[in-house]
């Protein structure tokens, strides 16, 4: 079945640092991928997504390609800053299924100042 | 408005009562999802609409669960003889059948004392 696995959280990194948040799924066919990010306290946003393989999603410094050959939707962001702490959930969803989303089960992020 | 809302945002019930939670979608969107998430954990699945009718309920855990959607709008997620277990956050989404794409409201936090 589709299944989606991401890095065991939390994750604690000093501000200015490298960011890879790591993401892989299991699915037939050709998913969308999506990365949601939770901020303390508030709702679900789409942080980016990618609807086909080699596609690139960025938004907000951050950015995840769609790797088919490696079943691999890493986050990543190049220098993370306090506010980034959150909790960020990698998914995937099907048009065959509905567009249900399948989740990852989220990674906390903790930026130290 | 723009986004998905959701009402209430916060319940607090007894054991054993029934509630209520409603949720507003994005005018326009065709399809609706309902979400569990417990408090540290990833998103649950409970049941998808595409217009007013659900043909995938298979996340409801259990018969106390029910939901309905009329008018191709609003939907209610209604929680019978509540249990503590049933504490949550419990989370609406929206998609058109254009993109896929699902975009969350706030959320409703249930605590059953």
């Known amino acids: 079945g589709n299944s989606v696995t991401q890095m065991e959280g939390p994750v604690t990194l000093s501000e200015e640092a490298f960011l890879t948040i790591n993401c892989t799924y299991t699915?037939?066919?050709?998913?969308?991928l999506f990365w949601y990010v939770q901020y303390p306290g508030e709702g679900l946003q789409l942080l980016l997504k990618?609807?086909?393989a080699d596609d690139k999603g960025s938004n907000k410094g951050f950015e995840a390609t769609y790797r088919k050959e490696t079943t691999s939707f890493h986050l990543e962001k190049g220098s993370v800053q306090v506010s980034d702490s959150a909790v960020y959930f990698c998914a995937l969803s099907r048009i065959d299924s509905n567009y249900q989303l399948i989740w990852g089960a989220g990674t906390k992020l903790i930026i130290k100042p | 408005g723009a986004g998905v809302s959701q009402s209430p945002s916060n319940k607090v019930t007894e054991k054993g009562k029934d509630v209520e939670l409603r949720c507003d979608p994005i005018?326009?969107?065709?399809?609706l999802y309902w979400y569990r998430q417990r408090l540290g954990q990833g998103l649950e699945f409970l049941i998808y609409f595409q217009g007013n009718s659900a043909p995938d309920k298979s996340g409801l855990p259990s018969d106390r669960f029910s939901a309905e959607r009329t008018g191709e709008s609003v939907s209610t997620l209604t929680i019978q003889r509540t249990q503590q277990e049933d504490s949550a956050v419990y989370l609406c989404?929206?998609?058109?059948?254009?993109?896929?794409?699902?975009?969350f409201g706030p959320g409703t936090r249930l605590l059953v004392l």
């Open positions: 699915a037939t066919g050709y998913p969308s």
């Open positions: 990618a609807t086909k």
């Open positions: 005018s326009g969107h065709t399809a």
């Open positions: 989404a929206s998609s058109s059948e254009r993109t896929g794409t699902q975009y």
